[in-house]
């Protein structure tokens, strides 16, 4: 099965990809992950990226695109899932040739939807447990501003292809894990 996760920052997206990666047995990739290993790490891609990350806005698309299109050629498993990419249309099409290329295809897109009075709450809780650099509520509202603008385009896309199932985030993390496997039953 394979796999994408959409909704906005603090949806839940990372905690629900472990979920799923777990109990479905498929390997996952977050491109906001392998950003903070390489920031972490101060790697050259680590120090672009960096720029982008702690003010909220999108790294430029071929970065994740190159990491994204590499990890999925690498892939000998049938499924996965991707969190955090893609992230606009112009990463909905690369990813789209990526997949034509091999003949592989999505079966489905998980939006997680969360309130946005809901979403800077556990934002800024998270804030206070990772200390992630792009917690503030400044940059919170800018991502979210960003998801709105940029990320909300590919529920359209990806609804027209059929494939898109909405999953009440508001939710606690074990309710929100059954509605997705509930979805995912059917595919
Ligand atoms: P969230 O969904 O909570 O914003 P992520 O961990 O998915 O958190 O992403 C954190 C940051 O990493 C983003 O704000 C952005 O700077 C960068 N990023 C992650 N994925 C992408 C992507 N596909 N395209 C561009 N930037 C990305």
Redesign the pocket.
């Known amino acids: 099965m394979k796999i994408i996760l959409l909704?906005?920052?603090?949806?839940g997206?990372?905690t629900q990809a472990e979920n799923i990666s777990n109990n479905f047995n498929i390997k996952k990739i977050?491109?906001?992950?392998l950003?903070?290993s390489h920031i972490k790490k101060n790697t050259e891609l680590g120090k672009i990226?960096k720029e982008?990350?702690v003010k909220?806005?999108?790294?430029?698309?071929k970065?994740?695109t190159g990491m994204?299109k590499e990890w999925i050629l690498n892939q000998t498993d049938n499924g996965w899932l991707l969190?955090?990419?893609?992230?606009?249309i112009k990463?909905a099409e690369s990813l789209n040739m990526i997949l034509d290329s091999i003949n592989s295809n999505i079966d489905a897109v998980l939006l997680i939807n969360v309130n946005t009075e809901l979403l800077i709450k556990r934002?800024l809780n998270r804030q206070t447990i990772e200390k992630r650099e792009?917690d503030n509520l400044n940059t919170i509202k800018n991502?979210i501003s960003?998801?709105e603008k940029e990320t909300n385009p590919l529920i359209d896309f990806y609804n027209e292809k059929k494939i898109l199932c909405k999953i009440d985030g508001n939710n606690s993390i074990e309710s929100v894990f059954n509605d997705i496997k509930n979805h995912l039953k059917n595919k």
Do not use: H
């Open positions: 909704g906005p920052p603090g949806a997206k990372g977050s491109t906001g992950d950003f903070r990226a982008y990350y909220g806005d999108l790294v430029p698309d970065i994740p994204v969190d955090g990419f893609p992230r606009n990463q934002l792009d991502r960003i998801y």
